[in-house]
C-alpha cells in the first residue's frame, strides 16, 4: 500500500471510530440531561417512541456503563490506528520513502495531533454540547440503537457494572442505579430564583410560583384578618339590623358578645330566610363557629374548612382569646397574590421605589423588593419596623436596613444594599403606610 493510500485510510478510519465515539458520548449525555417529565407525558399520549426512550433511562447506571465502555474502546481504537497508517504514512512521505527516526518521530507527533483534534472536538465536545441541546430528540433516535447495543453486549457491560460497585462497597460508598430526578422545594426555589435573576422566568409567573411553595410552610395567623380589622355583629342585634350591615359591607360575620368571644356565624343566606324587619336576635339565625389555632398549617385549615362546609373560621391563639378570621379567599389570595385592598402595593414613581400598606405580609415585601429581609417574630411590615426600632415609630421616621444581595444578584451587585423604610401614616400606633426604597449610595 503506497503512503498516500495508507494516509487517506488512515484518517478515513480515525474520522470512522470518531464517529463511533461521538455515537456513544451523545448516548451518555442525552440520556442524563432529557426531560424525563415530559417523556412520561408522551408516552402517557399513547408515544411508543418516548416509551421506549423512557424505558432506557430508568437503567441509568447501566447505560453510562455500556457508554463509557463503548468510548474507552473506540479511544484505544484510533490510537491503535493512528499511528501505523497515519504516522508511518507521514514518516513515509518525509523522508521520500526512505524511513528515518526523525520522519517517524515528526509523523507520528502529527497522527497523535491530528487524532486527538479530532476526537477532542467531533468525538467529544461537539455530540456532547449537541446531545445537551437537543436532548430529547437525541434520546429518542438513539433509543433502537442503544436498546441494542445494551442488549447484545449486556453480558459485559454487566461485569464491568459490578465491578465498579464491589469497589464502591469496598469504600463503604452505597451504588446508585439510577440519577435521582425529584427536586426538593428547596432546590425549586433555588431554581426559580436563578431563572428570574437571568430573565428567563417572568416575574409574575416566579412570585406565583414562590407562593406555592411557601403555602404548606405558612400558618393561619399569616393568612387571617387580624381582629382589629374584622368586622362584627353584637349578640345582641336583631335580623333587620344585620341584614341592614350586610347591604353595605360583608355578607358573613361572627357574632360576638361584650368580652369578646365568638357565639357563631351568621351569613346572608341565614338573614334572607327571615322577614326584611324581624326583630329576632341574631343568635336565633347564626350557626356554629370553626374555631382554627393560630399555629395550623395552611394546607390543614383548607381541609378543616372543605370537611366542614364552611368559608370563614375564626382564629384563637393559645390563650383561646379570637384574634381573627380566615376564609377560603384569604387562603387562595396566598397563592395567585390577589389581596385584598388593605394589602395592594402601590409603586410610587422611580426604580426601587414602593409604597406598601403597614400590614402588607413580610413575604410578600420579601418577593416585591427580592431581598430577604430580617427574621422575627412578626408577620406584616409594620411588625418588622416595630421589631426594628424596638418601639412605636412616629409618623416620619426613617428606618435603614442593610440587606445582603440575593444569589441572582451576587455577579450584579457586590455590596451588600441599604433599604429604607420611611412611616408615612400611623394608625392604631401602628405603621399603617410606608414608603420603601433602595438607597442609591447601597446600589454601588
Known amino acids: 500500500m503506497s503512503p498516500v493510500v495508507s494516509l487517506l485510510v488512515g484518517v478515513a478510519v480515525v474520522l ?6 461521538a455515537y456513544f458520548v451523545a448516548q451518555e449525555f442525552a440520556y442524563v440531561a432529557v426531560d424525563r417529565s415530559r417523556l412520561a407525558s408522551r408516552a402517557a399520549d399513547g408515544d411508543r417512541t418516548a416509551q421506549r426512550t423512557l424505558d432506557i433511562t430508568r437503567r441509568t447506571s447501566f447505560l453510562l456503563s455500556g457508554a463509557q465502555l463503548g468510548i474507552t474502546v473506540t479511544g484505544l481504537l484510533v490510537g491503535y490506528v493512528a499511528e501505523p497508517l497515519i504516522g508511518q504514512a507521514l514518516g513515509s512521505l518525509l523522508s521520500g520513502g526512505a524511513l528515518t527516526a526523525t520522519a517517524v518521530g515528526i509523523g507520528a507527533f502529527v497522527a497523535l495531533a491530528f487524532s486527538t483534534v479530532v476526537q477532542m472536538l467531533l ?4 455530540p456532547k454540547n449537541f446531545a445537551i441541546a437537543r436532548s430529547e430528540r437525541v434520546a429518542d433516535a438513539l433509543a433502537p440503537s442503544t436498546k441494542a447495543y445494551l442488549t447484545v453486549l449486556g453480558p459485559v457491560i454487566w461485569v464491568f457494572d459490578k465491578a465498579a460497585e464491589l469497589l464502591l462497597r469496598a469504600l463503604r460508598i452505597q451504588p446508585v442505579h439510577d440519577v435521582e430526578s425529584a427536586v426538593s422545594a428547596t432546590d425549586l ?3 426559580v430564583a436563578d431563572s428570574r435573576a437571568s430573565g428567563t422566568l417572568p416575574d409574575d409567573i416566579g412570585t406565583v410560583i414562590d407562593r406555592i411553595l411557601d403555602f404548606p410552610r405558612r400558618d393561619v395567623e399569616h393568612a387571617m384578618v387580624p381582629r382589629v380589622r374584622v368586622g362584627f355583629v353584637a349578640h345582641t342585634a336583631s335580623v333587620a339590623e344585620v341584614r341592614a350591615k350586610m347591604a353595605t359591607g360583608h355578607t358573613r360575620y361572627p357574632v360576638l358578645d361584650r368580652t369578646d368571644n365568638v ?16 326583630t329576632r336576635p341574631v343568635t336565633a339565625v347564626s350557626r356554629d363557629a370553626l374555631f382554627l389555632p393560630t399555629f395550623m398549617p395552611l394546607p390543614d385549615a383548607q381541609q378543616q374548612l372543605r370537611e366542614y362546609g364552611q368559608d370563614l373560621a375564626c382564629v384563637l391563639d393559645e390563650y383561646g382569646t379570637f384574634v381573627g378570621i380566615v376564609t377560603l379567599e384569604d387562603l387562595v389570595e396566598e397563592i395567585v397574590g390577589e389581596l385584598v385592598d388593605e394589602h395592594d402595593v402601590l409603586e410610587a414613581p422611580g426604580e426601587d421605589r414602593w409604597v406598601m400598606p403597614g400590614d402588607t405580609p413580610v413575604d410578600e415585601v420579601e418577593r416585591r423588593i427580592n431581598h430577604k429581609l430580617p427574621d422575627g417574630d412578626f408577620e406584616t411590615l409594620s411588625g418588622l419596623l416595630i421589631h426594628e426600632v424596638g418601639d412605636l415609630p412616629a409618623e416620619g421616621d426613617v428606618i435603614e436596613l442593610t440587606l445582603e444581595p440575593t444569589l441572582g444578584e451576587r455577579v450584579l451587585h457586590a455590596e451588600a444594599r441599604v433599604v429604607r423604610f420611611e412611616i408615612l401614616a400611623i394608625e392604631r400606633h401602628v405603621p399603617a403606610r410606608v414608603r420603601v426604597q433602595f438607597d442609591e449610595e447601597g446600589d454601588a
Open 263 to 278: 357565639l357563631g356565624i351568621v351569613q346572608l343566606v341565614d338573614v334572607l330566610d327571615e322577614p326584611a324587619h324581624s
Open 123 to 126: 468525538g467529544e465536545l461537539f
Open 16 to 21: 470512522l471510530i470518531t464517529a463511533a465515539t
Open 189 to 191: 426555589e433555588r431554581v
